[in-house]
């Protein structure tokens, strides 16, 4: 199996399915976990030198970060619904959780100093777009945008509909050349509705030296160290991942693959 598909484990005593560290994806910015919690369950984790953006995929928890209770946050039933909530940590703070009804939570890390407050992130703060034409259309939900306070992390949730294509045109982000193109790790957590179903996503560089296409399966992660990454949806299935996305600056800037960058002008 490829490096860069990520199978989730059965869940540890915490809950934990997925634990994606820097030092595993071989590459220095960004971290993800996501915990499959049940009702009453709870969970208190260290920052250290890391800020954390904690996404409510679904269900409902009481949070607190940096010695603030936020009470109540979430509602939704699974991350195909709209109005998600999350949670900021910064670094060198904890935070803990713990669930009011069975939750899955994503624990989106990225390297901080903690200069920054904790907060609720709820979905009044969202910004939600519909993106593309055609079978190109998609719906972003940017939780965590580079308009939005944070030292490194940006986080965003797409929905992808049946036979529809999203980060498309193929579009990479491995290149510390602003202002033209900045250099981002990503992650990918896919979802897919109904849970039978699979995303493909190819991973590929311009002299090929990385070119793979994976199927994702539901509650798979995938990797994107470099190179461009589209994710197609095959008919019958609805698409949903979230992206995180760090690097040195935190600054979104793509460049299309020249082979596809005409599909723009349509």
């Known amino acids: 199996m490829s ?30 976990d996501v915990y499959r919690l049940n009702a009453g369950q709870s969970l208190q984790r260290q920052t250290e030198d890391r800020e954390a953006c904690i996404v409510m995929l679904s269900g409902k928890a009481r949070v607190a970060a940096a010695g603030q209770d936020f009470g109540l946050i979430g509602g939704r039933e699974s991350p195909f619904e709209p109005d ?7 670094a060198r703070s904890e935070w803990s959780l713990t669930a009011e009804t069975d939750c899955e939570i994503a624990v989106c890390t990225a ?22 034409t055609g079978t190109n259309t998609r719906h972003v939900r940017n939780i965590l945008p580079e308009t939005e306070p944070a030292e490194s992390l940006l986080v965003v949730e797409v929905i992808t509909p049946s036979g529809h294509w999203s980060s498309y045109p193929p579009h990479k982000h491995d290149r510390d050349a602003l202002p033209d193109e900045s250099f981002l790790e990503e992650t990918y957590y896919h979802r897919l509705n109904p849970p039978s179903g699979f995303a493909l996503q190819r991973v590929y560089t311009d002299d090929r030296s990385l070119d793979e296409t994976l199927a994702a399966s539901d509650g798979d992660v995938v990797l994107v160290p470099k190179g461009y990454h589209p994710v197609g949806a095959p008919h019958g299935y609805e698409s949903y991942y979230l992206n995180v996305m760090a690097g040195p600056k935190r600054v979104w800037k793509f460049h299309n693959d020249p082979d596809h960058a005409w599909l723009m002008n349509r």
Do not use: C
């Open 3 to 32: 490096r860069l598909l990520v199978k989730p484990s059965r869940p540890d005593s915490s809950g934990r399915v997925h634990s994606i560290t820097p030092a595993s994806a071989g590459w220095t910015y960004v971290g993800f």
């Open 84 to 90: 998600p909530w999350s949670l900021y940590a910064p």
């Open 111 to 132: 390297p901080g100093e903690g200069k920054l407050p904790a907060r609720i992130i709820s979905p009044n703060q969202v910004g939600q777009e519909t993106r593309g």
